[in-house]
């Protein structure tokens, strides 16, 4: 229960990452939202994933990913277009 609450998506990934190389198969270059150990969509896009994902779980956790062996470097894309502030309090 502790880990859930400090690191919340830590299930996620895990899922993610013992899934992938089935997905690497199945899915390659797709984005798959994953909600606990569940595979709830794939996608071709992040945006179409993150709005099921609104839809469904407000929001969040969940992980939203791209299938690929190597994950890109990562950005917020609401801290990218200045919605969210990352300044220190």
């Known amino acids: 229960m502790i880990m859930e609450q400090e690191r919340p998506l830590a299930r996620d990934i895990a899922f993610f990452e013992t899934s992938l190389e089935e997905w690497l198969k199945l899915y390659p270059g797709r ?7 569940a595979l709830i969509g794939v996608f071709d896009n992040e945006s179409n994933a ?3 994902a609104a839809r469904h779980y407000g929001r ?6 791209r ?20 300044a220190p309090r």
């Open 31 to 37: 984005v798959v939202l994953v909600k606990g150990r």
């Open 50 to 52: 993150l709005g099921t």
């Open 60 to 65: 969040g956790p969940y992980l939203i990913r």
């Open 67 to 86: 299938v690929l062996r190597e994950q890109p470097m990562s950005s917020n894309l609401a801290l990218s277009l200045g919605m969210i502030s990352a």
